[in-house]
């Protein structure tokens, strides 16, 4: 399988920088969630054209450790943009998943759940969404604006050029929203927000274009996984789940590139447990029973938030689950 790129092809290139001498360009940065999906439907069906208008290209940035239905979900958005002579820029910082386990080199921290040596728990600092999925994105933003490149590196943004960069964020994701001001060649927007639309508005616009099973993006091995993932994965996606029991294995004793030896074990199922052990068919609701949060804690647990590269998840742990998680 040919592995994406690390920048936009050269006919994208030409094409957007072109474009870019005389207008803004519009963006989509591309999760392949259900939010970012209906972004790009409602673009190439000129649905909410004062809103939404035709994309000048979609950015969706590969970790190279998606599950296979994210892939697969990924072909029909290419299609749908291809009919809509919509750039689709797919690229990539590197496998993941390797780079987590590989005994040498750069790493980017993933948020493993860690048992100390003494009991203690705690959970390792989340890099690895800046440095696979913020990073390239704002790469290639700056590479389609003008910006030289050189030996892989891409410089300033030539002065007058600028970027709307569109984020998947609903209507009911509104707190995800960083209050960050405009920057010096680009600005995100969130049009469903505009819009007031809800994620299950998504779903629903979604369903009738024949998307209803649009998966949510993130990597298998991702510890911010509930247990609703776990178990759907476990039982209709047997690869993923072999995949992340065997990633959960060998990350035990945290990233080797690290050169410091981690003082315990890590794990990717919140319970610090093997998570080919772990108990993920157990009713989260009836295991906090009693204890204060147990209503919004039940719902983290089971139907965790999307991991964006444009949203803190900080801010929706429940306390319980950061006080307990080391968060």
Same mark, same amino acid.
């Given at each position: ?9 050269? =006919? ?17 940065? *591309? ?52 009919? =809509? ?42 890099? #690895? ?48 929203? &960083? ?19 809800? &994620? ?90 009693? &204890?204060?949060?147990?209503?919004? *804690? ?8 999307? #991991?964006?590269?444009?949203? #803190? ?15």
């Amino acid at each position: 399988m040919k592995l994406p790129p690390a920048l936009p092809s050269k =006919a994208q290139l030409e094409r957007l920088r072109a474009t870019a001498t005389y207008r803004t360009l519009n963006l989509c940065s *591309l999760g392949a969630g259900v939010q970012s999906s209906t972004l790009l439907i409602m673009s190439a069906l000129g649905l909410a054209p004062r809103e939404i208008p035709r994309y000048d290209a979609v950015i969706f940035a590969d970790t190279q450790f998606e599950p296979d239905a994210v892939y697969k979900h990924l072909e029909k958005l290419q299609e749908i943009a291809h009919a =809509a002579d919509i750039p689709f820029i797919r690229i990539s910082a590197g496998n993941i998943r390797h780079d987590a386990l590989k005994p040498s080199g750069h790493y980017a921290t993933m948020p493993l759940h860690i048992l100390g040596d003494q009991g203690g728990r705690g959970m390792l600092r989340r890099q #690895c969404t800046d440095e696979y999925k913020v990073k390239p994105i704002r790469r290639s933003v700056r590479a389609v604006l003008g910006a030289p490149i050189e030996d892989g590196h891409v410089g300033k943004v030539p002065a007058g050029r600028y970027a709307m960069q569109h984020i998947g964020f609903s209507f009911d994701e509104e707190r995800r929203v &960083r209050d960050e001001p405009p920057g010096a060649y680009n600005e995100l927007e969130y049009p469903l927000i505009r819009l007031r639309m809800t &994620r299950q508005d998504c779903m629903d616009m979604l369903a009738q274009y024949g998307l209803e099973n649009t998966p949510k993006s993130a990597c298998i091995g991702c510890p911010f996984s509930g247990n609703s993932r776990w178990r759907a994965m476990r039982d209709t996606q047997p690869d993923d789940w072999a995949a992340a029991v065997e990633f959960d294995e060998q990350i035990r004793h945290g990233h080797p590139a690290a050169g410091v030896a981690l003082k315990g074990r890590a794990f990717v199922h919140r319970s610090r447990v093997a998570l080919a052990q772990a108990d993920i068919d157990r009713v989260t609701a009836h295991e906090w029973r009693g &204890r204060q949060g147990e209503i919004s *804690l039940a719902r983290y647990e089971e139907e965790p938030p999307g #991991c964006s590269p444009y949203g #803190c998840r900080r801010t929706e742990i429940p306390p319980e689950a950061a006080v307990e998680a080391g968060a």
